[in-house]
């Protein structure tokens, strides 16, 4: 079983004890003292097992962190009901991780909530960020300290979270931070559903529903063809034929940028879907090439 630690003083020194133990032991095998971090927030699924499963392939210490971050969640939005499973996460988590960093809110913030916040930018207004305002800050602002808190050398984040890897990809450029960022694919249901904490939350009903996010992406990517406007045609032709569906966005983005594409464009793209099922809010993506040819 992974070792549960709580507080960044014990972390910290766990990190160091394994660090200086795997030099010292495999000094020919320098990735043996590599730190790789995978940032949850908990409630675990298939989803972040996979990436939890790229860090221990990628060699080193593996530490999982899991820490619901109120700073990201807004009024109003799901703190409260976010699901809390530590016991059962770190079961999960057996030969897959070395150290479970789950602090409290307090030692996270022992002050109150961060005055110093990371701004992230122009991107974070849009998409996620305009239904959610301040998510983004709040995210980065706790990602920032737990690659202070661990200093990683690499971290691991989904490409579920498209929006949420862009702007952690370009604070690290930014600020030149010391971490390679690693991406893990999507990991979805058999019927295509993307794995989320939030499905749990589906009824049945909403459930069956909720494949059209992933079908509308499958629909825009073999639209690709015929161009952007016909990409967005084609995704929303299935998600509107879904009445519990209610569509908070679909957008095509320029993969680098992350700014919406013009109908013109040709090249890699993501398309961006968001939707509530009932209170539920899912996300999702894709990434399309659109030949010149359209
Ligand atoms: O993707 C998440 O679960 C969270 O946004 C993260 C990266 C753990 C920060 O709280």
Redesign the pocket.
Known sequence: MPEVVTTIAALRRRIAERRETALREGSSDAPASRVVLV???GALHDGHLQLVAQARGLGGIVVV?V?V?PL?FGPGEDLDRYPRTLDSDVTRLDGLADLVFAPSATEMYPDGPSETRISAGPVAALYEGAVRPGHFDG?LT??AK?FNIVAPDVAV??QK?AQ?VHL?GRMVRDLNLPVTIAVVDTVREKDGLALSSRNRFLDDDQRLAAVALSQALAAAAEAAAGGVDAVLAAARARLDSEAAVKLDYLVVVDPDTFQTVDAGHHGPAVVLVAARLGSTRLIDNERISIPSSS
Request: glycine share 6%; no cysteine; charged share 5%.
């Open positions: 940032p949850t927030m962190s820490f971050n990201q995210m706790v990602v737990l984040f989904g979270d949420q952690v």
